[in-house]
């Protein structure tokens, strides 16, 4: 019962954000001195990344690409609840969607934090809304026994999913810590 719950609830939180930082973007593509309602500082700035090149990655923001994804979870965890099943090539694709998503939440980050220097609110729940479901769906995929005979990895992934994804964002806090040292210094 937790399994389709999460996939619910991390799909949520991922297309509220997304939708949230493309009503932004619309707003300031009608009035671009306008400040976004998640420009915090020169370090938070939803308005410094949603105008970079990076935002606009396969030629429109970035952010329909998560109104249209993170559907996808909050779908197969209220059919899961409705009892449905799924064929072992369902999960692998799911997860080959999941792994892309981590990949561009990784390269996403890499770009705010080293090449943008400015970090997105919006981004950042998107990116707590993948994070977790990647280490689930991960976990669940290979416990299930649907990519190969790795399930005792896959329920030691499933069951600690949390602490691998918690594990995660403490790297990206890090670094984020160590590439902005020199801002949050002036905080004190």
């Known amino acids: 019962m937790l399994f389709p719950i999460a996939l619910i609830s991390m799909g949520v939180m991922g297309w509220i954000a997304s939708f949230g930082l493309t009503l932004e973007r619309l707003r300031v593509?009608?009035?671009?001195?306008?400040?976004?309602?998640?420009?915090?500082?020169?370090?938070?700035?939803?308005?410094s990344v949603m105008l970079s090149e990076q935002a606009a990655l396969l030629g429109f923001?970035?952010?329909?690409?998560?109104?249209?994804?993170?559907?996808?979870?909050?779908?197969?965890?209220?059919?899961?609840?409705?009892?449905?099943?799924?064929?072992?090539?369902?999960?692998?694709?799911?997860?080959?969607?999941?792994?892309?998503?981590?990949?561009?939440?990784?390269?996403?980050?890499?770009?705010?934090?080293?090449?943008?220097?400015?970090?997105?609110?919006?981004?950042m729940v998107s990116w707590a809304a993948t994070i977790p479901l990647f280490w689930m769906l991960l976990g669940k995929t290979m416990q299930d026994g649907h990519l190969g005979p790795n399930i005792k990895l896959g329920r030691f992934i499933y069951s600690w999913a949390w602490v691998l994804?918690?594990?995660?964002?403490?790297?990206?806090?890090?670094?984020i810590l160590i590439q902005f040292w020199d801002y949050w210094i002036t905080l004190v």
């Open 29 to 47: 593509a009608e009035n671009p001195e306008l400040s976004t309602s998640c420009d915090i500082s020169p370090l938070i700035s939803c308005k």
């Open 165 to 175: 994804a918690l594990l995660s964002v403490m790297v990206m806090v890090v670094l």
């Open 61 to 123: 923001p970035n952010p329909l690409i998560g109104i249209a994804a993170f559907f996808a979870p909050i779908l197969v965890g209220m059919a899961i609840l409705a009892g449905a099943t799924f064929a072992p090539w369902f999960w692998r694709l799911f997860l080959v969607g999941h792994v892309f998503a981590m990949g561009f939440v990784i390269w996403l980050f890499t770009q705010s934090v080293y090449d943008i220097g400015a970090l997105c609110i919006y981004c």
